[in-house]
């Protein structure tokens, strides 16, 4: 029997509890012996829940016990998340976690101090939900190497998106709607700027080019600014728009790519049809070619899954497991995003210049339209080139008066 | 370091062995000790390949090799691949394999060998190429009761379907452009019969419920007889025609539901927008919800890719693995699929009777219709009824007269 202590009580906490408890047969039948909840770590009370007997509120109590061998910290945040995972890896404990901030900022050093200590730690549930990527990512796909990913990552936004896109809602109403429905937080600058889907980009990054890479290195942009004008324009050439974490192994000597922001991508492609609160992650491997997974990526149930697989991954390992790992970086390995070649979908308005000024400056651009659309708006997609370089003549349609409303990266996924 | 032998040298086995010496580095990284290719059973010469050295032609010299560890069966067919897989087994050598018929056919009583000698037997490869699915399905989604699982599991039929339906290719043209880029073999029964999806559909539905399913309990059906003009009704009404394998837990004191057969589904849905030679995995689990997962069905690569990674998985597994596993069965455990309920796409023709007369039989249908639809032609979806039902209505209509020329069903994914 192994003893499992849980820290946090929250919609994930309870979820873990709840399929280790319900799912206990075969949960005991895959790991080869019974799963037992000892401890919930709370800070309240919880009056009626039928599990009041586990819960305590000193965590010493669950680390300076000896018959806990594995610990799911599903509190979040930095702290005490932090200071309680290095604990219990030094004890020889076992931790699994939902937290992709912990991870995203201190996985390198907590992978490593659990390798030190012949435990793991393991973080399924960190990135997409209820989906299993990291797992694949390191152990099936084990026989690549790992060229590119990217992921819709962030289930809020692309709820927003859905509805801008489906029901031809505005943002803020889309927001709203995603608040009322749970959602999105009533503060949803980490989701809707980008934070969220930046650190998970970060930890597929770090995992699959071996070496971490900090959410401060990664461009970051949100949703804030994408308007029902361009999606109309993206639906007229067969795109959608999406929130898109991506990263790319760099060539020999050279930095990773890696960035988050809004992306026009083909409707009807492996990511264009990821809907709603659903996620869907891309890993382009030298030998299996792309791989997509696809699934929830919030929620009670979805992610408290992926915690469990973490917990039935410890008990059977017998020591760390080698291939879920990679080296610490002081940081800076991200190359610039000024370099970053792409084509640009930009929506303009001027009163003289149009089309045909745009494309004597881009080249063969590719013109959009769209219903209702005014006659000093004009809107396009500018070839690959890099970003600089599309800054620059950004700034020439600037000095020609030409006002710039939307400016969207059109990828290929 | 770790010895391993691989039987066979066709597309997969030589690939495997290039993925082995390519990513030789890595994949020590991954599996904490070196991988070294000791033997590859061949049946005939390979002049000039770099490999020679390691050829063997007597299976005994592997088989009695107490340095050989793992063992990668890539030969295909029931024999001599059980014998061999049998014997390394009860030699206490882990056995992999890319072989689907030989899973589904000896699969439960291959793992209980495995079992008994402390030894893993994998097979990642069989279903899905280079998808990870099977590791998924019983470790990474080990908190989950698996209710139901559905897929393009067959790249050959679904690059003929994508053929029809994207360029409006006939059956017979669509199968010998597969033909001649090398997807299909020169006799395809296998494949457009659904005799490989079959198999793959066993082993899903064998390891995510638990008991051994025979192919031979398996209502199959090919993608023979599906025509143009089908297609072009299935897009009138928003979908595709695929061939989908799908399986679902019974309720207690119930058999499994399992059928392969063509399907409409929506064109729009993760498995509606799996083209060409790809597969598609949908996975529904009762914490996670679905979760799909996508990637090259076949291949030298993608498949060698999930060889390898069993190879890696059988390295650091001290003991077999308790999670891959399920109970043999004497068969007759699915469904009668007269019981089976769905709603139905029919095609017709009769100079008499028209859609008026299908309503009065069927209820509440779905009327379909299609460019350069002949006057005595028409084609409708019925309601969800048992196909038992469906069957005595169809009696009535030809009765009447009118000929059907069309049958397919209209699934949900």
Chains 1, 2 share one sequence.
């Not at 200590?117 to 026989?143: D, K, R």
């Not at 809707?192 to 942009?221: M, N, Q, W």
């Not at 994408?226 to 990263?247: F, P």
């Not at 973490?310 to 610039?336: E, F, H, M, R, Y």
Request: with cysteine; net charge negative.
């Amino acid at each position: 029997m192994v003893n499992i202590a849980v820290l946090g009580y929250g919609t994930v906490g309870s979820g873990v509890v709840e399929v280790l408890f319900k799912n206990r047969e075969s949960l005991q039948r895959k790991a080869g012996q019974a799963l037992q909840v000892k401890y919930i770590l709370v800070r309240r009370d919880f009056p009626g829940d039928p599990h009041t007997d586990l819960m305590v509120r000193d965590f010493n109590q669950i680390l300076e016990d000896p018959q806990v061998q594995v610990v799911a910290e599903v509190m979040g945040g930095l702290e005490p998340a932090y200071t309680y995972t290095r604990a219990c890896l030094e004890r020889g404990k076992s931790v699994v976690t939902s937290n992709k901030e912990l991870v995203a900022q201190y996985g390198a050093e907590l992978l490593q101090i659990a390798r030190e200590h012949h435990v793991n730690y393991l973080f399924e549930a960190s990135v997409g939900g209820g989906i299993p990527i990291i797992h694949p990512l390191h152990l099936c796909l084990a026989a690549n190497e790992i060229e590119e990913i990217a992921g819709i990552l962030n289930g809020t936004t692309n709820f927003i998106l859905t509805k801008m896109i489906q029901e031809k809602m505005s943002f803020a109403d889309a927001l709203a709607l995603a608040q009322q429905l749970g959602y999105a937080e009533r503060d949803p600058a980490a989701d809707v700027e980008g934070h969220d889907a930046c650190r998970k980009t970060c930890i597929l990054a770090s995992l699959s080019f071996g070496e971490h890479v900090y959410p401060k290195d990664v461009h970051t942009e949100g949703i804030t600014e994408i308007t029902s004008e361009d999606v109309a324009y993206a639906a007229s050439c067969g795109c959608v728009i999406k929130l898109i974490g991506r990263a790319k192994r760099g060539a020999p000597g050279e930095k990773i790519q890696a960035m988050v922001s809004p992306a026009l991508i083909r409707h009807d492609s492996q990511l264009g049809t990821v809907d709603d609160v659903f996620n869907g992650i891309l890993v382009r491997g030298d030998a299996t070619g792309d791989v997509v997974f696809y699934g929830k990526g919030a929620g009670k149930f979805p992610t408290a899954s992926s915690v469990v697989g973490d917990i039935v991954d410890c008990v059977k390992a017998a020591d760390t497991i080698p291939s879920l790992t990679w080296k610490p970086s002081q940081g800076g390995n991200v190359a610039d995003p000024q370099d970053n070649v792409t084509r640009m979908y930009l929506r303009c308005s001027s009163e003289q210049a149009g089309l045909g000024y745009a494309k004597s400056l881009f080249g063969e651009i590719q013109p959009l339209s769209r219903e209702g659309q005014p006659s000093e708006e004009f809107a396009f997609i500018a070839p690959a080139m890099a970003e600089r370089e599309i800054n620059a003549k950004i700034a020439n349609l600037e000095e020609m008066g030409v006002t710039i409303s939307g400016k969207i990266r059109v990828l290929d996924y």
